[in-house]
C-alpha cells in the first residue's frame, strides 16, 4: 500500500501561482511514477501531467503545458506540482496518484493504483 497525501491547495487570483505537494509512505516511493490529476464541478477527472519513477521524464495535458511543472524529490518521497499563470479554468480539486507503470507516466487515471484525497484549487478574477 502507499498513502497519498495532498497540500499546497487554496484560493488564489488570476495569474498567481501555487505549489501543490504530495508526500508519499507506505512503499518505496522510486519505484512508482507519479501522476497530477484534477476533477472541477460537474467534469470528469482529467489528466494534468506525470513523472517518471526516476523524475527523468514528463509528460502535460495541453491544457496546462508551459504553465505546470512537475518535480519530485525521491529522498523526501514527495512529488510537487508547481502551477503558474493560473486561470480560472484550472479551478479543481487535485490528485495525486501512484503507478507501478515507472518508466513511463501515464495519462489514463485507471493506470494509477493509489490516490490521495485530493485539495482544492480556487482561482478568481
Known amino acids: 500500500q502507499v498513502q497519498l497525501v495532498e497540500s499546497g491547495g487554496g484560493l488564489v487570483q488570476a495569474g498567481g501561482s501555487l505549489r501543490l505537494s504530495c508526500a508519499a509512505s507506505?512503499?518505496?516511493?522510486?519505484?512508482?511514477?507519479m501522476g497530477w490529476f484534477r476533477q472541477g464541478p460537474g467534469k470528469e477527472r482529467d489528466f494534468v501531467g506525470t513523472i517518471t519513477s526516476s523524475g527523468g521524464s514528463t509528460s502535460y495535458a495541453d491544457s496546462v503545458k508551459g504553465r505546470f511543472t512537475i518535480s519530485r524529490d525521491n529522498a523526501k518521497n514527495t512529488v510537487y506540482l508547481q502551477m503558474n499563470s493560473l486561470k480560472i479554468e484550472d479551478t479543481a480539486v487535485y490528485y495525486c496518484a501512484a503507478s507501478t507503470i515507472r518508466y513511463y507516466g501515464p495519462i489514463s487515471p485507471t493506470s494509477y493504483d493509489y490516490w490521495g484525497q485530493g485539495t482544492q484549487v480556487t482561482v478568481s478574477s
Open positions: 507506505g512503499r518505496t516511493f522510486s519505484n512508482y511514477a
